[in-house]
């Protein structure tokens, strides 16, 4: 075999090789190892561009399942929200019946799973008068003329109480908002 090295003992030309067989043998030799220069750095570039291609297909899974995760939770409050939009009706309905004392009781154990069932779906009614007037939470209806300067762009009637899942409105407040003169 051609290609195989082959370990000599310094002074080999004194043990009948001849100068020019040395000097093809050590040609020999530096072809072989040049050979396996280039070949180890094909395997270098091989491997480099395996390791490349594993880490962005690493990277691309990662990102998928985040993905995923994100859009399982966004379906989520989606499924939450249109849920609660049904449910707001029955419970302005409740509120206005228990506010007037025409619940009977023979229904309160009703009212309690209704009102259980709004915080399951966290359903958090807001609009208060006083507060601030925010139009990411609140529909203007109208203004009320107010003399307190601390009153002007505050909520002075809450005509329609709003709901909130988390921090998503899922109604706002009907409010009429205090306005200087």
Not at 168 to 181: H, N, Y
Request: net charge negative; proline share 2%.
């Amino acid at each position: 075999m051609d290609e195989d090295l082959i370990a000599e003992a310094d002074g080999q030309e004194e043990t009948g090789m001849s100068e020019e067989d040395l000097e093809a043998t050590e040609s020999r030799v530096d072809a072989k190892a040049s050979k396996l220069k280039k070949e180890l750095e094909t395997c270098k570039q091989e491997r480099q561009e395996y390791m490349d291609g594993w880490q962005r297909a690493k990277a691309d899974y990662v990102n998928a399942l985040k993905r995923g995760e994100e859009e399982k939770k966004a379906a989520q409050e989606r499924g939450t929200l249109k849920a609660a939009q049904a449910f707001i009706t029955v419970l302005d309905s409740l509120t206005r019946a228990e506010s007037s004392g025409e619940v009977p009781e023979s229904f309160q154990a009703i009212a309690r799973q209704i009102h259980d069932a709004a915080t399951s779906l966290g359903l958090v009614p807001f609009g208060t008068v006083g507060e601030a007037f925010n139009p990411m939470q609140h529909e203007a209806l109208g203004n009320d003329v107010v003399t307190d300067a601390a009153l002007e762009e505050a909520v002075t009637a809450v005509l329609e109480q709003g709901w909130k899942a988390g921090e998503s409105v899922v109604r706002a407040a009907k409010v009429r908002v205090g306005q200087m003169t």
